[in-house]
């Protein structure tokens, strides 16, 4: 018989194979090994499935590839499908430009409770340096040393503060933060019965701001967020945003505002079509 992995981490990508690839060869080397990768595929090409077929055969990662036909951008769509593939009870949510670090999916399962959602954040990088990360400098980790990335070229910052390997300051700035904890879909994490309690993502919603109202959906079921924005690391490799739009932004703010006004806890489009 089969064992069913500890936890699930379900990864959005829509041709991005050389950005997915760095995130994989992150999950290669995390300090724990029970669980399985759920890429939520929004119609990439052969490039994607060609990368995760290698990935398989160079690691001991546990990955399904979930894809559909491109039509646009449906993130929210495909991440119900992944919802509905995963093996276990508890998953977390990220993207193909997150490289995690080695402790990220430990962290994630050390912080899990009961009625509440893991809100996480990301380091961002600047074009220049995500190309110049290379597979060895993600195995031993210098993508997430100061040093070396200053040396690369990143700015000095009170934020590079989120790098920090020190676990109490780690607390301090998880306590002390003014950043909303909210539901951030490249650094999120809640249980399967929680989500499927409030019906998956609203798949009416393209980009801007659909994660944020998923989130207020669980806050508004009595699903409390929980900060691990200084604990659970990743960096973000940067890219073009082709598929920004403002009529998709004004749809989402019109649902993300009747959603906090009459405190919708279930949408009627998401992982079941309801009436």
Request: glycine fraction near 6%.
């Amino acid at each position: 018989m089969t064992k069913v992995p500890e936890i699930s981490v379900i990864i959005s990508t829509y041709n991005s194979p050389e950005w997915l690839e760095k995130v994989l060869w992150g999950y290669s080397v995390q300090t724990v090994s029970d669980f399985e990768i759920i890429v939520a595929d929004d119609g990439s090409d052969h490039k994607t499935s060609d990368i995760i077929r290698a990935m398989k055969s160079e690691t001991k990662l546990s990955i399904k590839h979930v894809w559909h036909e491109d039509n646009g951008f449906q993130k929210c769509e495909i991440l119900n499908k992944a919802i509905l593939a995963s093996e276990t009870d508890y998953l977390i949510f990220t993207d193909g430009d997150c490289i995690p670090r080695q402790d990220f999916v430990k962290t994630h399962l050390d912080n899990r409770q009961d009625k509440y959602f893991l809100s996480g954040g990301h380091f961002p990088l600047s074009m220049e340096v995500s190309h110049l990360i290379t597979k060895d400098d993600i195995l031993n980790q210098k993508c997430f040393d100061l040093k070396w990335l200053k040396s690369k070229g990143l700015k000095s910052s009170f934020k590079n503060l989120k790098l920090t390997k020190t676990n109490a300051i780690s607390k301090l700035l998880n306590t002390v933060t003014s950043t909303k904890p909210t539901w951030n879909g490249g650094n999120a994490s809640g249980w399967k019965k929680d989500i499927l309690a409030i019906n998956g993502f609203d798949e009416r919603m393209q980009y801007g701001g659909q994660d944020r109202e998923f989130g207020e959906r669980l806050i508004n079921s009595g699903i409390k967020p929980k900060r691990v924005r200084y604990f659970a690391i990743v960096v973000h490799l940067e890219h073009e945003r082709g598929y920004v739009n403002e009529s998709a932004w004004k749809i989402n703010n019109d649902i993300r505002k009747q959603t906090k006004k009459i405190k919708r806890t279930q949408t009627l489009e998401g992982i079941r079509q309801l009436k």
